[in-house]
């Protein structure tokens, strides 16, 4: 480099704080090390093979039709008519449960090895490895498969699976229970959960109880989230984030029919039979959010998938109120035209309004996308505004000043750093005269 009154460079100081390691290490070192992995080591190879035991008991108890489906068996005496009409006997019934419920097992076990694998000194890693793994225990009717004798065995591997979710959820990513007095909220539910506490309050008391809970465990990853966390950690968080998000949505799904629906409350209903497929995706989609938090992997594309899901979510819901808007107002248009009273839809009414649908998709998109830019990602649509007036400025400008001038403001809108300069090596002669290669 030449001199300094000859030579120019491009300066940017990043402001402090943006940037960094991550206050809490979760690593673990030396004894430590050793004695957490021996724990959740055991702990898991314990429940897997409380699985394993499960399985011999599990096809009979699951055949077998009960007054009670939703502790001892899958299905009830007034079931097994619907099915048979539907060609599917109690035994392939319980077959294809016990396969699903094995390969929900399968799944857990595959990320919880990833994650030993992959992350064995990190004892958060190791915690979500344990509560992927103890999942099932209470997501899928393996536990009816134990005897008489293991069952107090598979209810107190119940209460460790419960304990696990609402310590991770409390103090994920760091490891830490931020603020410091959230451990009481997640002590609270634990102790109603494993009846020390639960068989002392009235119902109402503990459903409130454990409302609170939940609330003081969201605000506190939200106080965690905006004052105390990394940008990798608020990554993390948002995958986490949005898989519980998503696990609500996909069981408010299946439950909220069958509290609306009469129809769906009757004994010989089949839509109970849906819980099983239920929870199989709810636990998938737990284990590849927590995975990927954990792992680091294309943390970033969190931001991608939330602003597509708003998107395309958001479009689906105007789309179906126009089309049922458009379907209700032109087939009372057709009906007063044609002095018809009928209550089916014209096929040109339906097929009007499916080309108006057509029709309204990209625009309606397009606005939908640039509404949520400006609402939930602003810094990212500013910047991304002043990069494309930027361009529109390099192909236009012809002076070096100028351009120069925007592009120090340029950087200092995107970037925001304490401070912008530009310095340009002016161009010699010579290096004009030689040829370029």
């Known amino acids: 480099m030449s001199q300094p009154d000859q030579a120019h460079h491009a300066q940017v100081a990043i402001p402090t704080g943006v940037i960094g390691n991550e206050p809490h290490d979760t690593r673990l070192h030396g004894t430590w090390l050793v004695a957490v992995r021996a724990i959740v080591f055991a702990a898991i190879g314990s429940t897997i093979g409380l699985y394993l035991l499960a399985f011999p008991g599990l096809m009979p108890r699951l055949a077998t039709p009960c007054a009670d489906p939703s502790n001892s068996c899958i299905i009830s005496p007034e079931q097994v008519a619907p099915l048979a009409k539907l060609g599917i006997t109690p035994n392939a019934l319980a077959l294809a449960v016990a396969v699903l419920s094995y390969l929900t097992i399968l799944l857990v076990s595959g990320v919880a090895a990833v994650l030993i694998w992959r992350r064995s000194d990190d004892w958060m890693a190791l915690l979500v490895a344990l509560t992927l793994v103890l999942m099932p225990v209470n997501f899928t009717p393996v536990g009816m498969g134990l005897g008489s004798i293991a069952q107090p065995i598979g209810q107190l591997y119940s209460i460790a699976g419960f304990v696990t979710i609402y310590l991770l959820v409390a103090i994920f990513p760091s490891g830490r229970f931020v603020p410091r007095w959230l451990w009481l909220p997640t002590v609270v539910p634990v102790l109603i959960a494993s009846g020390l506490l639960g068989n002392l309050l009235?119902?109402?008391?503990?459903?409130?109880?454990?409302?609170i809970s939940f609330l003081c465990l969201i605000v506190g990853q939200i106080y965690r989230y905006r004052r105390i966390s990394t940008p990798v950690q608020r990554q993390q968080t948002k995958w986490a984030v949005y898989g519980l998000v998503l696990t609500l949505v996909v069981n408010q799904a299946y439950w909220q029919p069958a509290a609306w629906i009469p129809a769906l409350q009757r004994p010989d209903s089949l839509f109970p039979l849906l819980a099983g497929p239920d929870s199989f995706l709810m636990i998938v989609i737990l284990a590849v959010c927590f995975g990927i938090a954990i792992l680091r992997y294309r943390l970033y594309d969190i931001d991608v998938i939330v602003n597509r899901a708003l998107v395309y979510g958001s479009l689906t819901v105007v789309l179906a109120l126009v089309y049922v808007a458009?379907?209700?107002?032109?087939?009372?248009?057709?009906?007063?035209?044609?002095?018809?009273?009928g209550s089916e839809n014209s096929p040109l009414v339906i097929v009007i309004t499916t080309?108006?649908?057509?029709?309204?998709?990209?625009?309606?998109?397009?606005?939908?996308?640039?509404?949520?830019?400006?609402?939930?990602?602003?810094?990212?649509?500013?910047?991304?505004q002043t990069l494309e007036r930027f361009s529109a400025t390099l192909r236009q400008e012809v002076e070096l000043a100028a351009l120069s001038e925007s592009l120090v403001q340029v950087v200092e809108e995107t970037m925001q750093p304490e401070h912008a300069s530009l310095w340009l090596q002016p161009v010699r002669r010579n290096d004009l005269a030689q040829p370029q290669p």
């Not at 032109?330 to 009273?341: E, F, K, P």
Request: charged letters at 20%; aromatic letters at 8%; glycine letters at 6%.
């Open 202 to 211: 009235p119902d109402a008391i503990t459903l409130a109880t454990i409302l």
């Open 326 to 341: 458009g379907v209700v107002g032109l087939q009372a248009m057709v009906n007063g035209l044609t002095q018809s009273h």
């Open 355 to 384: 080309l108006a649908i057509a029709a309204l998709f990209q625009p309606l998109r397009r606005r939908i996308q640039s509404v949520i830019d400006r609402r939930f990602y602003r810094r990212k649509y500013d910047a991304r």
